[in-house]
Structures are given as C-alpha cells and as structure tokens.
C-alpha cells in the first residue's frame, strides 16, 4: 500500500489499466508524496500477495511545471467502450490548484496541458482559466462529456467541457444548491449528482441542469443516519455510501437513483473494477 509517514492519500479512483484495457487497476492520489500511484486490484485480498506490494508504476513529482504536482486529490479517467483509457485528469492543491490532462498513447502517460488557478473569482464561461481553490474531487459525466468538478474552498462545484473550458458554477446564485466544503462526489443517472460536504455534515442531491437541490441525507450528528465530518460518497444500487469520517464509520442511505456507469463498466473484465455490480 502507499507510503504515509508524509500523510495520508486523499482520492481512490478505480478504472482500466492505461497500458492494458481489460485490466483494473486502482489509481490512487498520493497527495503528500506528489504523484499518482497505479496499483492491481487482487482478485482476493486475503490469499493473493499483491495486495501488498509496491505500485506497478507511478507518475508525477514535486514542482509547479507540467506533468509535476504539489497536492493531488483525484484522478478521472476517460476510456472508450472497450476499456481504452483516451485521457487521465488530475487534481491538485497547494497554491498550484488545477487539474492536468495526461494523454495515454505508445505505452506512456504523457501531460499535454492544464487548466485552472488558484483563486476565488468567477472565471469567464468559455474560458480554461477556471478559477479553484482545492479542486478536491473530480468526475467525467460520460454521457454529456463533461467534467465536473468540487471546487471544496470556494464551495460550489465547476461544469466544464473535455477541454476544461467553464460551461457553469453550482453554488455561487442563491437560487442554487449551496455548499460548506464539499468533499466527496459521484454521477447518477439523470443528470444528477451525490456531493458530501465536509462542514456541512450532510449529502446534498444537486441536479446538474439548474442546480438545484433535489434531496438532503443526515445531519451533524452521532446517532445512526447523522454525519461527523463525511469526506465521501458513492453509490451502489439505489443506496448512497457514505465516509462518515468525524464518526470512523461507514453509512448507507436509500436514495432511489442509480450510479451513472461509464461505457467501460460494461467490459466483461472488469465488473469488480467500478463496473456494475
């Protein structure tokens, strides 16, 4: 498993391998160690060893220029129907906050360009100069082929475009959703979205078209169906999971949608890799 003495990952994205596309792989942001680790997802935890071992391969290192990373805190990876990764992006934080595209091609990752800085504005729609603070989690609505975004420290979430150009904020009208730290995020079906909040001690419902909240889970709380603290959330059937951190446990809420599934999900290989269950 990963290093921590210099802290903890904070991102775990599992999807196909970008040099072999029938093979799951789990990609993790190792945030302190400025890099993305690639690992195997064993068949059996228990009785097979590489669920131990050090990662098939890694990239990323400490600095500000391209293909470099402070922080990083998620990665989304974009694959065909037949589990072809196109394109990795990847998030980071630290003053250096935006997200980098890796195109996957000839055996190598290669970062072609990034998009976003730190700051609190607006940003123009249309532009790639997409204002962040703490891009902390990050997901492709394959569907529409955008890229959504938690923009944790400016409270709201970033629609955008493949190319990283902003269609639209959730978050910043009143008439919208409102967020306090949003962490955790997963797609459903029919355009909406799960999004954890950190201070918020609850899980919002948002439709992605006109930002609204569609429904609330839990509260600040201790008790059974309250939240601590929650720093993520995915969805499995019609139920929400979600990483009650303040209350070193796990959640489940009934929520009566399903998952949005990449095409990928569908390849025999990898049902246990993200894939439908």
Not at 50 to 69: D, I, K, M
Not at 108 to 134: C, H, M, N, W
Not at 209 to 219: I, L, N, P, R, W
Request: charged share 20%.
């Amino acid at each position: 498993m990963p290093e921590w003495e210099l802290g903890k990952p904070t991102g775990l994205s599992v999807g196909p391998s970008p040099f072999e596309p029938g093979t799951p792989v789990l990609y993790v942001a190792d945030t302190h160690y400025h890099r993305v680790a690639v690992y195997p997802i064993p068949n059996n935890a228990d009785s097979d060893g590489r669920a131990s071992v050090e990662p098939l391969f890694s990239f990323g290192e400490y600095g500000t220029g391209l293909g470099q990373f402070v922080y990083v805190t998620d990665v989304a990876i974009d694959a065909d129907e037949t589990g072809r990764v196109r394109r990795l992006y990847v998030s980071e934080y630290g003053g250096n906050d935006r997200i980098t595209v890796f195109e996957v091609g000839g055996g190598q990752i290669v970062p072609k360009f990034t998009f976003g800085y730190f700051s609190d504005g607006l940003g123009v729609v249309g532009s790639s100069a997409v204002p962040f603070e703490r891009p902390q989690a990050i997901e492709i609505e394959h569907e529409a082929r955008e890229l959504i975004v938690l923009d944790t420290c400016n409270h709201r979430i970033a629609r955008l475009n493949m190319e990283g150009e902003l269609i639209t904020w959730i978050g910043d009208d009143p008439s919208e959703a409102t967020f306090l730290n949003p962490q955790g995020l997963v797609l459903l079906e029919g355009r909406r979205a799960l999004v954890a909040e950190f201070l918020g001690n609850r899980v919002q419902m948002v439709d992605l078209d006109s930002g609204k909240s569609v429904a609330t889970y839990g509260q600040a709380g201790r008790m059974p169906g309250e939240l601590a603290s929650p720093w993520a959330v995915t969805a499995i059937g019609n139920r929400a999971y979600v990483l009650d951190s303040g209350n070193n446990r796990v959640q489940g809420f009934r929520i009566g949608a399903s998952r949005l599934w990449p095409a990928w999900s569908r390849v025999a290989s990898l049902p246990h890799a993200g894939g439908r269950p």
